[in-house]
């Protein structure tokens, strides 16, 4: 946006905007107990933060760690039959 329009200030609010985009989100850990549901599979594990688990920063990046696990996980499940994950069970 700044190479097309030379604002200054354009240029400055997006590098504040830019660098501030994570402040107060937090990106803390979360214990795997917290993950487990009754009846449900094992948690994955992935290096990743919440946001660079299923996201690209960039559109170069490679893929986000999570896509295949969830890809995997679907298609466990569909060739399963398309079983309803009941949590009363």
Known sequence: ??????????????????SGIGDGLGDGA????????PGGPEPF??????R???ARFLAGDPEPPAIPVILAAL????????????PGR
């Open 30 to 37: 979360v214990a795997l107990e917290s993950l487990r549901i």
């Open 75 to 86: 298609d466990a499940w569909e060739r399963a039959g398309s079983r309803v994950y009941d």
């Open 45 to 50: 594990v992935v290096d990743a933060s919440h």
């Open 1 to 18: 946006a700044f190479a097309e329009t030379g604002s200054e200030e354009l240029k400055q609010g997006l590098e504040a905007w830019w």
């Open 52 to 54: 660079g688990m299923l």
